[in-house]
């Protein structure tokens, strides 16, 4: 159990389009999702908190107006970067838990290229 | 926020040989200390976790070990293998769920 899918796993785009990524958990419901990006050998770094029902809530220097996140339904939250510039390329994985526990589970990621 | 350091970036052994790797963090509040392996291109996977409430846990070749007061935790790998070679992150987590990841440590097994 405890399986995240996300889609798609791979998406190149052209600078100033925006790009839609989905998270889902298969096998639960989620009232809470996270957003990462990870660059290139480096580590994940918590982008913001979607939950459910109400506004995500964004860490420090992550633009809100720039990555647009969703979560509309207990399986699905929704990642948009808006007007993609080459420095958005990057690794962006989610991840969701079961409710009550901290076990987090990561889906498989998506990498994005701006060109 | 939660700010957690991730000793050392990289590591080679032998195989055979013991790995270790240590995190500190900054929030007395953080509860949960997973420790994660991501091989290249692909999610992180969960290979062992402690709560608070807990000094030391083991599976099998790997433990981890925390000291709340000194608030660092560590990743033992025992008996290394050429497919423990890996980019091994530690995590903090309040009850929240929010996950502060370390640095990571890139662990190369020599044959």
């Known amino acids: 159990g405890a399986v995240v899918s996300q889609h798609p796993s791979r998406v190149i785009c052209k600078s100033g389009t925006s790009v839609k990524i989905e998270c889902r958990s298969l096998?639960?419901?989620?009232?809470?999702m996270f957003w990462y990006r990870q660059f290139p050998k480096q580590s994940l770094m918590l982008m913001a908190t979607s939950n459910e029902g109400s506004k995500a809530t964004y860490e420090q220097g992550v633009e809100k107006d720039k990555f647009l996140i969703n979560h509309a339904s207990l399986t699905l939250s929704t990642l948009t970067v808006t007007s993609a510039h080459p420095e958005d390329s990057s690794f962006y994985i989610c991840?969701?838990?079961?409710?009550?526990?901290?076990?987090?589970?990561f889906g498989p990621g998506t990498r994005l290229t701006v060109l | 926020g939660e700010n957690v350091e991730q000793h050392p970036s990289t590591l080679s052994v032998q195989e055979g040989d013991s790995a270790v790797i240590k995190c500190t963090y900054s929030d007395s509040a953080s509860n949960y200390f997973p420790w994660y392996k991501q091989e290249l291109g692909k999610r992180p996977q969960l290979i062992i976790d402690i709560r608070s409430n807990v000094g030391e846990k083991k599976d099998q070749r790997i433990a981890v070990t925390l000291n709340k007061t000194a608030k660092h935790f560590s990743l033992h790998i025992t008996e290394t293998q050429p497919e423990d070679s890996a980019v091994y992150f530690c995590?903090?987590?309040?009850?929240?769920?929010?996950?502060?990841f370390g640095t990571g440590t890139s662990l190369t097994v020599i044959p």
């Open positions: 096998d639960f419901q989620a009232t809470t």
């Open positions: 991840s969701a838990g079961p409710r009550a526990y901290n076990e987090q589970f």
């Open positions: 995590a903090a987590s309040t009850s929240g769920n929010q996950f502060y």
